[in-house]
């Protein structure tokens, strides 16, 4: 809208009004008069808390005739141990959310109270003790003895952490992480119950239930060098070979985190344990060789028997030379490799490995036994990324997607499906920042990508994944509609999960858009109506019976099926004779059909189609 002379106005939005806290709201209910403070003995320093400080304070609370009514000190039939709250956090009386943030350290000061300022407050969220005079106006005489910065580790206020001295680095010690600290603790009167060994600090394990909950929980915040006092309330004060804390409702710990060693269980059943033994340079993970590098490790390979027999040493049975091998190629043992990722130059590990992820599935030297659990012992060299693709002229970066391409053809030969899609979708993610930049170019670069789709597709398949291979399949088809390969792919992947007259939709597809796809196109309808027939009689014999019950009584829906297992199973090796060159890649490789899925997991849909041909909509088994 226009000012009258002409000029325009400046457009200033409106702030929303903020919803004020609850402690606000709290804080309106106070009037003139209902809280008064009177200084008994000064405090020290210029500081006051504020909301997030933890304040630490004796309270007596007193009628105006001098009448004790209750009273932290032990003088005064109290326990001796002080008050514990966060400001802004803990639930406390509206008087005292707002005199405490008024006093110094070491103050004493004496806050005369109305009514609605402690438990006859409306809706107050502190409950008065028994016997309690809520309706009295009352003197609570506080002692600030200390406040502090802390963080709160649980939600519930009963781990807080204060820290004393800041720690090195960033990482803190989780499970299973093994931890070496000074710890000492005392009760909230200062009654010591656990004093440091002399010149022995504690080892323990996070996740075993050798310290109480709560102080692990605390020391889970803490860093390399860092000491802390961590406060625990006893729902947190769990049993442990540490103390007993029995009839204790809260200790605090002193803590001095020496070190802990860099535990990580691999695959969460405790098989694969990766336990750091040096540590590394640089920033944990940002300097880990996470992406596909060539690695450089020196490792000694043992045999997790009593004699931890060595049956490998690159420092002494290879020249002293390290092993270079680049990830992401199974060029070495799965949980090998998991580990070296995961560390930072100049670390040395040692791996404990189970036979799955060490030697059974990988060529295994002559004298590690079948089924041998192994322990390595890696030191990580160093490591050297992959080539930058920016500023590569189009060439360039389609000779880089070639030569991952080739590594990942290679690795489908080898049965080694997931590390051979792992290569093609790298390349396919790189091509999202590609711009050809004339037609011949574009040609090449789109038939580049429909074969690494369609390699992926292929992959897929072979794993199983029958609904991703139709995704992926769809992204060349809805570029090419009449792409053949596509074509076949999408319906052997249709023909898997029983949707028959899809994967008929595309054989015959074939057919009409490329005549020398014929063979293929053919051997593929026949495999399909065989298989639609196994199914089918299947489904008979699964059903044999089901209709001759009258009603009320049970029919036995399943017989004997393994003579038609067993033509089954003859039946889809010769599919796959028939089969064998019919999905190949423009490099020529062959791309298998995908492993079979079980029959009953495909009956449904022609089962379905058996009740509609029975004039039966809907079937009932009781």
């Given at each position: 809208?226009?000012?009258?002379?002409?000029?325009?106005?400046?457009?200033?939005?409106?702030?929303?009004?903020?919803e004020?806290?609850?402690?606000?709201k709290?804080?309106?209910?106070?009037?003139?008069?209902?809280?008064?403070?009177?200084?008994?003995?000064?405090?020290?320093?210029?500081?006051r808390?504020?909301?997030?400080?933890?304040?630490?304070y004796?309270?007596?609370?007193r009628?105006?005739?001098?009448?004790?009514?209750?009273?932290?000190?032990?003088?005064?039939?109290?326990?001796?141990?002080?008050?514990?709250?966060?400001?802004?956090?803990?639930?406390?009386?509206l008087?005292?959310l707002?005199?405490?943030?008024?006093?110094?350290?070491?103050e004493?000061?004496?806050?005369?109270?109305?009514?609605?300022?402690?438990?006859?407050?409306?809706?107050?969220?502190?409950?008065?003790p028994?016997?309690?005079?809520?309706?009295?106006?009352?003197h609570?005489?506080?002692e600030?003895?200390?406040f502090s910065?802390?963080?709160?580790?649980?939600?519930?206020?009963?781990?807080?952490?204060?820290?004393?001295?800041?720690?090195?680095?960033?990482?803190?010690?989780?499970?299973?992480?093994?931890?070496?600290?000074?710890?000492?603790?005392?009760?909230g009167?200062d009654?010591v119950?656990?004093?440091?060994?002399q010149?022995?600090?504690?080892?323990?394990?996070?996740?075993?239930?050798?310290?109480?909950?709560?102080?692990?929980?605390g020391?889970?915040t803490?860093?390399?060098?860092?000491?802390?006092?961590?406060?625990?309330?006893?729902?947190?004060?769990?049993?442990?070979?540490?103390?007993?804390?029995?009839?204790?409702?809260?200790?605090?710990?002193?803590?001095?985190?020496?070190?802990?060693?860099?535990v990580?269980?691999?695959?969460?059943?405790?098989?694969?344990?990766?336990?750091?033994?040096?540590?590394g340079?640089?920033?944990?993970p940002?300097?880990?060789?996470l992406?596909?590098?060539l690695?450089?490790?020196?490792?000694?390979?043992?045999?997790l028997?009593?004699?931890?027999?060595?049956?490998?040493?690159?420092?002494?049975?290879?020249?002293?030379?390290?092993?270079?091998f680049?990830?992401?190629?199974?060029?070495?043992?799965e949980?090998?490799?998991?580990c070296?990722?995961l560390?930072?130059?100049?670390?040395?590990?040692?791996?404990?490995?189970?036979?799955d992820?060490a030697?059974?599935?990988?060529?295994?030297?002559?004298?590690?036994?079948?089924?041998?659990?192994?322990?390595?012992?890696?030191e990580l060299?160093?490591?050297?990324?992959?080539?930058?693709?920016?500023?590569?002229d189009?060439?360039?970066?389609?000779d880089?997607?070639?030569?991952?391409?080739?590594?990942?053809?290679?690795?489908?030969k080898?049965?080694?499906?997931?590390?051979?899609?792992?290569?093609?979708?790298?390349?396919?993610?790189?091509?999202?920042?590609?711009?050809?930049?004339?037609?011949?170019?574009?040609?090449?670069?789109?038939?580049?990508?429909?074969?690494?789709?369609?390699n992926?597709?292929?992959?897929?398949l072979?794993l199983?994944e029958?609904?991703?291979s139709?995704?992926?399949?769809?992204?060349?088809?809805?570029?090419?509609?009449?792409?053949?390969?596509?074509?076949?792919?999408?319906?052997?992947?249709?023909m898997?999960?029983?949707d028959?007259?899809?994967?008929?939709s595309?054989?015959?597809?074939?057919?009409?858009?490329?005549?020398?796809?014929e063979?293929?196109?053919?051997a593929?309808?026949?495999?399909?109506?065989?298989?639609?027939?196994?199914?089918?009689k299947?489904?008979?014999?699964?059903?044999?019976?089901?209709?001759?019950?009258?009603?009320?009584?049970?029919?036995?829906?399943?017989?004997?099926?393994?003579?038609?297992?067993?033509?089954?199973?003859?039946n889809?090796?010769?599919?796959?004779?028939?089969?064998?060159?019919?999905?190949?890649?423009?490099?020529?490789?062959?791309?298998?059909?995908?492993?079979?899925?079980?029959?009953?997991?495909?009956?449904?849909?022609?089962?379905?189609?058996?009740?509609?041909?029975?004039?039966?909509q809907?079937?009932?088994?009781?």
């Amino acid at each position: 809208m226009a000012a009258e002379d002409g000029t325009a106005q400046e457009y200033v939005p409106q702030k929303k009004n903020k919803e004020p806290t609850e402690t606000e709201k709290r804080r309106k209910k106070i009037v003139p008069g209902s809280l008064m403070k009177a200084e008994i003995r000064p405090g020290g320093g210029d500081a006051r808390p504020s909301d997030g400080d933890q304040v630490i304070y004796h309270c007596t609370v007193r009628t105006l005739a001098g009448v004790v009514v209750e009273s932290t000190r032990s003088e005064y039939g109290g326990k001796g141990t002080p008050i514990r709250q966060v400001l802004g956090k803990s639930k406390m009386l509206l008087g005292l959310l707002e005199g405490l943030p008024t006093m110094l350290r070491g103050e004493v000061a004496m806050f005369k109270m109305k009514p609605q300022m402690h438990y006859s407050e409306e809706d107050c969220p502190v409950s008065p003790p028994s016997s309690f005079p809520r309706d009295d106006e009352l003197h609570f005489e506080i002692e600030m003895i200390d406040f502090s910065k802390v963080k709160v580790v649980s939600d519930d206020l009963g781990v807080i952490k204060k820290v004393i001295d800041e720690g090195q680095g960033w990482e803190s010690p989780r499970e299973p992480y093994e931890v070496k600290a000074w710890i000492s603790a005392k009760t909230g009167d200062d009654k010591v119950i656990l004093s440091p060994k002399q010149g022995e600090p504690y080892f323990f394990t996070i996740g075993k239930s050798e310290v109480p909950k709560g102080l692990e929980m605390g020391m889970g915040t803490m860093t390399r060098e860092e000491k802390a006092v961590i406060y625990v309330t006893n729902q947190y004060l769990t049993e442990s070979p540490l103390m007993s804390v029995a009839g204790v409702e809260e200790v605090q710990f002193e803590v001095e985190l020496i070190h802990f060693t860099q535990v990580r269980d691999m695959l969460g059943d405790g098989r694969l344990i990766k336990r750091r033994l040096r540590d590394g340079k640089g920033e944990f993970p940002m300097d880990c060789p996470l992406q596909d590098s060539l690695l450089r490790v020196h490792y000694k390979g043992m045999l997790l028997n009593e004699e931890k027999t060595v049956f490998i040493d690159t420092r002494i049975d290879n020249d002293g030379q390290p092993l270079e091998f680049s990830s992401g190629e199974g060029l070495v043992p799965e949980g090998f490799e998991m580990c070296v990722r995961l560390m930072l130059p100049g670390e040395v590990a040692l791996v404990t490995c189970p036979p799955d992820y060490a030697y059974d599935k990988f060529t295994r030297p002559a004298n590690v036994p079948e089924g041998a659990h192994i322990e390595w012992e890696i030191e990580l060299l160093g490591f050297e990324m992959p080539k930058d693709w920016t500023g590569l002229d189009f060439q360039g970066v389609m000779d880089e997607a070639e030569k991952i391409r080739t590594t990942g053809n290679r690795l489908f030969k080898e049965g080694k499906f997931e590390l051979a899609k792992a290569k093609y979708e790298k390349v396919l993610r790189e091509f999202n920042h590609v711009n050809p930049q004339d037609d011949e170019e574009g040609k090449v670069f789109l038939n580049t990508r429909n074969l690494l789709n369609l390699n992926v597709a292929a992959c897929h398949l072979k794993l199983g994944e029958c609904r991703k291979s139709i995704e992926t399949c769809n992204k060349v088809l809805e570029a090419n509609p009449a792409h053949v390969k596509a074509l076949y792919r999408r319906g052997m992947a249709y023909m898997e999960v029983g949707d028959f007259e899809e994967a008929r939709s595309d054989f015959e597809m074939m057919l009409k858009v490329d005549k020398s796809s014929e063979p293929d196109a053919t051997a593929a309808l026949k495999k399909l109506k065989q298989k639609q027939q196994d199914v089918e009689k299947k489904a008979r014999r699964q059903f044999k019976g089901l209709f001759d019950k009258k009603p009320g009584e049970i029919a036995d829906a399943g017989t004997d099926d393994r003579g038609e297992e067993q033509s089954t199973g003859e039946n889809q090796k010769n599919g796959d004779q028939e089969d064998s060159n019919g999905a190949d890649t423009e490099d020529g490789e062959d791309v298998a059909d995908a492993p079979r899925e079980g029959l009953f997991s495909l009956l449904w849909p022609t089962g379905r189609r058996l009740f509609s041909a029975l004039g039966l909509q809907r079937c009932t088994i009781l």
